[in-house]
């Protein structure tokens, strides 16, 4: 009786409106057509990825992406000086002082094997620069290369290359390099390595749970090939676009993340119900026009509100956001295009083939299984008492959410970066010898010429200020002024790591104090505050001003989308609310694992305090668009239903629990890749993997299983 009235509700469904819409169209079409479907896919892929070749990535620059009064000062001062990074050679002895001749030895050997490197400028010596330790055990060498981060972090193995043979010629000391290139070429190799890790660990695990869900490795490996296809093409794509709007340095681990994991899930939907109309005795190409038309139908909306979402990080005024908002938007279109377009050509031309590789006895256990699943059960007991399961899910939902109200956030600096490289723990070591150099603030002065008399005087002054608030600004400041007069860096050692409580205060006295009484002793001069300390507010500070305007964003546009697909008020306010529970949720959980540290053993990791700055806003955007997966696609059944002729009681236990498996599947694909970057070495990509598996494992459960259906029987007929 069950199987004869869902397929009752699909034809109900597929010959009325969905059946004429851009889905049921392509899908028809790509089934039809199925050699040209194929090939224009395999051309598009190939052509996307031959692009990038001609124009790799753009990569955003730190001063591109740092925003505020920091960010246009950087810019500023990256016209008026040449760009160059600052590189430092650690020299340290357990037993030597650096006045003993064998130190001095070492010294000298370094800055002449450094004058011979290429790229290397203005190497300052330890002895005239005053750069000894403290205790006399450590010196410091600076220098220079010519270019941009990207530009230098690839031309700095000539110098690491004089300093490791520096330091093969004299073991008894340490001798090692650290600085603006080199960390960023840390940055980038173990951004590299993560992106390798995440690659070679996420694809044979969502296949073996797609294996699991399909009982076919033919029926698994379709909907995983679709989707790895469109996450390379994605990247290609964005090489050229980078030339355009320049990209930052994570946007492949992101699109690789939210990739694969939508392009599974819609393939997976897709694939589901073309084997559920099969099952229920239609030919391939009416099974596959009628998932087109329904399955189809969904991906297009849910593929809609994912890329809304996604969108609303264009609101942010930030550079970052903006390449992120880009990638993330490009590979959920890409995604849903594969979806409708070459997936019903590949499935028509499979056939029967798409449940080749049948694995042994798995079969058999899931046909046990179906009459008794673990969700018809609960949706049963839910439905029994719709009120109680609501309000126990709420309270257990708002208890997660508790701990987000102490929210704490921060630009990732040297902390995120992982300890296996070297750069990052010659750096730790500095850091220690030399405290003072633990964090710096850039004053920058713009004038028509900043060495005439006023100028040059106010900021004697303000470098006097500093040196008497010793408190606050510890060590010597230095002052460089640009080739045509124009500009003047005022570079002063601050209290702090840089992104903590004494460090904001020696920026408050900066901004509050020093500054403007520099500014009345020199009309006519423009001033900025750069550096880490200013980088972080700046960035905090311009996120908090657009939070209203992108969760707007958002929040309404979604609500029009839904409102709009399932012609009804309620059920976009419902799935609002039900979506900010499960965000709520994932942000209480990160608070605990990463701000408290409680995971620290299990994820290998060592807690800052804080969460990345833009990682509340990133996983809104993403876990509100991917939350939508389920919820449209869930509802787009028990729409079917109930146009079918059912009650929504009815309704939605025959959707849920028909969808209970197809869910459970996409949700623990998503889970397992996400799971796969929780066990990166990049932080904040750590943070990212924990959040978002987190929230679509609450999703898919306690708001799917239980909160959806409770609520939607307690609304009845109104929520129509």
């Not at 409106?17 to 090939?39: K, L, M, N, V």
């Not at 099952?279 to 038309?293: K, L, V």
């Not at 409680?598 to 990345?612: N, Y």
């Not at 079918?644 to 209970?660: D, Q, R, W, Y």
Request: aromatic share 6%; proline share 4%; charged share 15%.
């Amino acid at each position: 009786m069950q199987a004869k009235t869902s397929t009752q509700t699909t034809k109900t469904a597929s010959a009325g409106q969905p059946a004429t819409s851009f889905a049921a169209r392509a899908g028809r079409w790509s089934a039809q057509h199925r050699r040209a479907a194929i090939a224009g896919w395999l051309a598009f892929v190939v052509l996307a990825v031959a692009a990038s070749v001609f124009m790799p990535m753009n990569m955003l620059s730190a001063s591109q992406s740092a925003v505020g009064e920091s960010g246009a000062g950087a810019r500023a001062a990256d016209k008026a000086f040449p760009q160059t990074a600052r590189e430092t050679v650690l020299i340290q002895s357990t037993t030597l002082r650096a006045d003993a001749p064998a130190f001095k030895a070492a010294v000298a050997d370094v800055a002449s094997r450094l004058r011979g490197a290429q790229g290397v400028r203005s190497i300052e010596d330890p002895y005239e620069t005053h750069h000894v330790s403290a205790d006399g055990h450590s010196a410091l060498i600076g220098f220079e290369l010519r270019g941009n981060e990207m530009e230098t972090g690839m031309a700095v193995s000539a110098p690491r290359a004089a300093v490791a043979a520096a330091a093969a010629a004299h073991p008894a000391l340490k001798i090692a390099e650290t600085g603006d290139a080199s960390l960023y070429e840390a940055t980038q190799s173990a951004t590299d390595a993560d992106l390798q890790k995440a690659e070679v660990t996420s694809l044979p695990l969502t296949l073996i749970i797609l294996a699991l869900a399909f009982g076919a490795m033919v029926a698994a490996g379709v909907p995983l090939l679709l989707a790895f296809t469109g996450v390379i093409a994605t990247m290609g794509l964005v090489g050229p676009m980078s030339h355009l709007l320049p990209v930052d340095h994570t946007i492949n681990s992101v699109i690789l993340l939210v990739g694969l994991a939508v392009g599974v899930d819609y393939s997976l939907f897709y694939v589901r119900r073309v084997r559920e109309e099969r099952a229920a005795g239609r030919d391939t190409s009416a099974a596959i026009e009628a998932a087109a038309a329904t399955s189809g139908h969904a991906v297009v909306i849910s593929g809609l509100t994912v890329m809304i979402a996604m969108a609303g990080m264009y609101l942010t005024g930030s550079a970052t956001f903006t390449s992120l908002a880009t990638g993330t938007v490009l590979v959920v279109a890409v995604s849903v295009l594969g979806s409708v377009s070459v997936l019903p050509a590949v499935l028509s031309k499979l056939g029967d083939r798409i449940d080749r590789g049948r694995i042994p006895l798995l079969g058999r256990l899931q046909r046990k299984a179906a009459g008794r699943s673990i969700w018809s059960a609960i949706v049963d007991r839910v439905m029994r008492r719709p009120l109680l399961s609501a309000a126990a899910s709420v309270l257990v939902l708002l208890a997660l959410a508790i701990p987000a109200l102490s929210l704490h956030t921060t630009l990732p600096g040297t902390e995120a970066l992982p300890r296996t490289q070297d750069a990052v723990r010659t750096y730790d070591q500095l850091r220690i010898a030399f405290p003072e150099k633990n964090g710096t603030a850039t004053v920058i002065v713009r004038a028509n010429d900043v060495t005439a008399p006023r100028i040059r005087t106010a900021i004697t002054e303000l470098r006097s200020d500093a040196k008497r608030r010793a408190g606050l600004f510890p060590g010597m400041s230095t002052l460089e002024v640009s080739p045509d007069r124009s500009m003047a860096l005022v570079t002063i050692p601050v209290s702090g790591r840089g992104t903590d409580t004494e460090s904001n205060r020696a920026l408050d006295e900066l901004r509050g104090h020093l500054v403007p009484a520099m500014l009345r002793d020199a009309p006519g001069a423009q001033v900025w505050v750069d550096g880490l300390t200013a980088r972080n507010r700046d960035f905090t500070d311009n996120l908090s001003s657009h939070l209203p305007l992108v969760f707007g964003f958002v929040l309404f546009a979604a609500f029009l989308l839904l409102m709009t697909t399932f012609r009804s008020l309620v059920i976009p306010i419902k799935a609002i609310v039900l979506n900010l529970l499960s965000v709520g949720a994932a942000y209480g959980i990160l608070v605990m694992v990463f701000q408290k540290g409680w995971g620290e053993g299990l994820l290998g990791f060592k807690s800052d305090g804080a969460i990345a700055s833009w990682l509340p806003l990133f996983l809104f955007v993403i876990l509100f668009g991917l939350s939508m997966d389920y919820h449209v696609f869930i509802l787009s059944r028990v729409r079917e239903a109930y146009e079918g002729g059912m009650s929504t009681e009815n309704a939605v236990a025959h959707a849920i629990k028909n969808t209970a498996g197809v869910v459970t599947s996409a949700a623990l694909v998503m889970v397992g890749v996400f799971a796969t970057f929780a066990t990166l070495n990049d932080l904040p990509l750590k943070e990212m993997g924990v959040g978002l598996g987190a929230a679509v494992l609450i999703d898919a459960t306690i708001i799917r299983g239980i909160l959806l259906p409770a609520s939607m029987k307690l609304l009845g007929d109104w929520n129509w």
